[in-house]
């Protein structure tokens, strides 16, 4: 046995050497720069974090801009172009949601100098086309060199795959069962109670008695992204915003969520005042809920008129210059009016 562990443990000695040398050459060397690529988010908070006051968390909302738009600032731009004594930064990633931003904020340093930050509260983000979208296993690797263990850990996760990856095929099935199965409960009476019920009963036809395609395409994208109820004990939205509320308070960061526009004028023509009221009572569950936990809430949701949206042929939260700044302008008071106030 003597002899035994007199061969053993130099090769022991040896491979725990290997493991840290390598350890820290990685994070001395690669870690910065696979991160820009890998993770931008958190690359961009490890810096922005020591010069700015605000972060804004947001998506592909903050950077969109029409090709007629004069201002091409983000939305962030502009906030911090109208407020005063303070500094923020926007942090961005198109397709991010609440469960991507949770890892990154969980990494602000207590010592910095953000005091606040605004965080994006996109509706569809809690649908199930986005809940079950194809793109999330692509996100869950990304959500790897997010988290709070050593970098090369958090590489060798992205790497070796020890991560949620879904099916994309499993994804699809689940959103269509949803769409059939699932029912939309609110607290006033639909006529439909499914998407696929509603949105097979929207129908418009050509003169000649043809399907109107694009119309009526359109019309069923706004019903398979809005004719849903969030569950406040399922939804995996929640449970991010929830842990978001929580890592804030921990912190001694105040928090603002930004409930972003959504086209309700289009919602209404396309599909009826039904939807409307809808996308109204989810809007409500998330300001009642977060509200009563602290946060301020901004709500944006029909702050943007429908000609201020940029894709006609999709839902969506692209805005044009005058749509961002009615967004910043909401922001920007909001923080202003709240400036002083202490953290949740």
């Known amino acids: 046995m003597e002899w035994h562990f007199k061969h053993i443990a130099p090769r022991f000695a040896i491979i725990l ?42 998506e592909s909302s903050n950077y969109w801009v029409s090709p007629d738009d004069q201002d091409k600032r983000t939305i962030s731009d502009m906030i911090n172009d109208s407020i005063s004594g303070m500094r923020l930064s926007g942090l961005q990633v198109p397709a991010y949601h609440a469960g991507m931003f949770l890892p990154v904020i969980n990494q602000i340093d207590p010592n910095s100098r953000v005091k606040s930050i605004v965080v994006t509260m996109n509706l569809r983000s809690f649908d199930k ?28 996760c992205a790497t070796l795959g020890f991560y949620s990856n879904p099916d994309a095929d499993a994804q699809d099935k689940k959103m269509l069962d949803c769409f059939q199965n699932d029912s939309i409960n609110v607290i006033f009476p639909l006529v439909w109670k499914t998407v696929n019920s509603w949105k097979d009963n929207v129908v418009y036809l050509n003169d000649d008695g043809s399907t109107n395609e694009d119309k009526q395409g359109l019309a069923h994208h706004y019903v398979k992204a809005y004719a849903f109820s969030i569950d ?7 449970k991010d915003f929830d842990q978001i509320v929580n890592i804030c308070k921990s912190k001694g960061i105040k ?7 959504e086209n309700l004028n289009w919602a209404d023509s396309l599909v009826g005042p039904d939807l409307v009221k809808v996308m109204k009572f989810n809007r409500d569950i998330l300001l009642h809920r977060y509200s009563q936990k602290g946060a301020i809430i901004i709500d944006n949701l029909d702050a943007v008129p429908a000609e201020c949206f940029g894709e006609k042929n999709w839902t969506t939260e692209h805005y044009n210059q005058f749509g961002r700044m009615i967004i910043a302008r909401n922001v ?11 953290a949740i």
């Open 17 to 58: 050497l290997t493991v840290f040398m390598s350890a820290f050459v990685y994070k001395k060397v690669f870690w910065l720069p696979e991160l820009k690529n890998q993770g931008p988010m958190l690359f961009n908070l490890l810096e922005y974090q020591w010069h700015n006051d605000v972060l804004y968390f947001g």
């Open 129 to 156: 086309p986005w809940i079950f979208s194809t793109q999330e296993g692509a996100l869950l690797r990304t959500k790897c060199f997010y988290y709070n263990h050593h970098p090369l850990y958090n590489r060798l």
């Open 232 to 238: 406040t004990s399922t939804n995996p939205r929640i």
């Open 255 to 261: 928090l603002y969520l930004n409930i972003l526009s």
């Open 332 to 342: 920007a008071n909001v923080l202003m009016l709240n400036a002083i106030k202490p």
